[in-house]
């Protein structure tokens, strides 16, 4: 069985369909009802905030892609509860299942790196808000239930997930639906996966961040430089134009 939590948002609504289709036996969770789920799948309305109900809804879990949590900059209160508090009740659960974690990081928890800059999954953290904040929180997570219990883990920090790019920032950061789940794939597939920390960026030729993901087994094929003419310009904040978070560094 595979959980998906957050699997009324954006990403679920496009790669629980695709993941179907894969054959996979899916469970999907979500505080909010999905729009449509595929015909032989489990739907569990629930809050990650809420151990019990992670525990009970991943109880026989192989593995969590756990995508659910708040995906912008809100108020502290909520972005603890649902993006640490909900990340680490995740974490629990798959311990208690001995299920494997594919999590939905973030590129924002180097948002304060310049754009002039490579990053590597080796470099300091440099988050750019309390979002990013929390999830590098969930990465840390995911280090201590490996260290602690070995429950095996990829954080993937997901650029920007879109059909297509649409801004200049996304020659950078954009990674394709394709791409995502291929990585993802990937991640539930590989017959170990230890404790792993990816960049979820498709081919791009101006991308910013480094990891061993080809070792791995990971080649992305998509390249945003294909849009470049359609691509509107970043927002006009030298903030925002300066560092790769982008809007997320707007002061
Ligand atoms: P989204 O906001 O569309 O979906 C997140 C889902 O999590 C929502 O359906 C929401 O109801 C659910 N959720 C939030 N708090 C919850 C709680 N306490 N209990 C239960 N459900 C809760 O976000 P999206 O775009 O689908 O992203 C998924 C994940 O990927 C997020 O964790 C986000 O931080 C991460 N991410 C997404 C990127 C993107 O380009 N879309 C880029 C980088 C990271
Ligand atoms: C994220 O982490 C956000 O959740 C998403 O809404 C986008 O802003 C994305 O990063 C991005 O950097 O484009």
Same mark, same amino acid.
């Given at each position: 069985?595979?959980?998906?939590?957050?699997?009324?948002?954006?990403? +679920?609504?496009?790669?629980?369909?695709?993941?179907?289709?894969?054959?996979?036996?899916?469970?999907?969770?979500?505080?909010?009802?999905?729009?449509?789920?595929?015909?032989?799948?489990?739907?569990?309305?629930?809050?990650?905030?809420?151990?019990?109900?992670?525990?009970?809804? &991943?109880?026989?879990?192989?593995?969590?892609?756990?995508?659910? +949590?708040?995906?912008?900059?809100?108020?502290?209160?909520?972005?603890?509860?649902?993006?640490?508090?909900?990340?680490?009740?995740?974490?629990?659960?798959?311990?208690?299942?001995?299920?494997?974690?594919?999590?939905?990081?973030?590129?924002?928890?180097?948002?304060?790196?310049?754009?002039?800059?490579?990053?590597?999954?080796?470099?300091?953290?440099?988050?750019?808000?309390?979002?990013?904040?929390?999830?590098?929180?969930?990465?840390?997570?995911?280090?201590?239930?490996?260290?602690?219990?070995?429950?095996?883990?990829?954080?993937?920090?997901?650029?920007?997930?879109?059909?297509?790019?649409?801004?200049?920032?996304?020659?950078?950061?954009?990674?394709?639906?394709?791409?995502?789940?291929?990585?993802?794939?990937? &991640?539930?597939?590989?017959?170990?996966?230890? &404790?792993?920390?990816?960049?979820?960026?498709?081919?791009?030729? &101006?991308?910013?961040?480094?990891?061993?993901?080809?070792?791995? +087994? %990971?080649?992305?094929?998509?390249?945003?430089?294909?849009?470049?003419?359609?691509?509107?310009?970043?927002?006009?904040?030298?903030?925002?134009?300066? %560092?790769?978070?982008?809007?997320?560094?707007?002061?």
């Amino acid at each position: 069985m595979i959980v998906v939590t957050g699997a009324a948002g954006e990403i +679920g609504t496009w790669l629980v369909p695709r993941l179907a289709g894969r054959g996979l036996k899916l469970r999907l969770s979500d505080r909010s009802e999905v729009a449509s789920k595929p015909k032989d799948a489990e739907f569990v309305r629930a809050d990650l905030a809420e151990a019990g109900a992670v525990r009970e809804f &991943c109880r026989d879990a192989t593995a969590i892609i756990h995508l659910g +949590g708040i995906r912008f900059e809100a108020a502290p209160e909520q972005l603890v509860a649902s993006n640490v508090l909900g990340t680490a009740n995740v974490f629990c659960a798959a311990k208690l299942a001995g299920a494997r974690v594919v999590y939905a990081s973030s590129n924002h928890v180097v948002g304060y790196y310049e754009r002039d800059q490579h990053v590597s999954t080796e470099d300091p953290l440099r988050p750019d808000s309390i979002y990013a904040v929390t999830k590098a929180a969930g990465e840390l997570i995911a280090r201590f239930y490996f260290d602690r219990y070995g429950v095996e883990s990829a954080s993937i920090r997901i650029g920007s997930a879109l059909e297509r790019p649409t801004r200049v920032r996304h020659r950078h950061t954009w990674v394709s639906y394709d791409d995502l789940e291929a990585l993802i794939v990937a &991640c539930l597939q590989s017959p170990r996966l230890g &404790c792993k920390t990816f960049w979820g960026v498709s081919a791009n030729a &101006c991308k910013w961040w480094q990891d061993d993901s080809h070792s791995f +087994g %990971f080649s992305p094929k998509d390249d945003a430089e294909q849009y470049v003419a359609t691509l509107l310009p970043d927002e006009d904040d030298p903030e925002v134009r300066r %560092f790769q978070g982008g809007e997320f560094c707007a002061k």
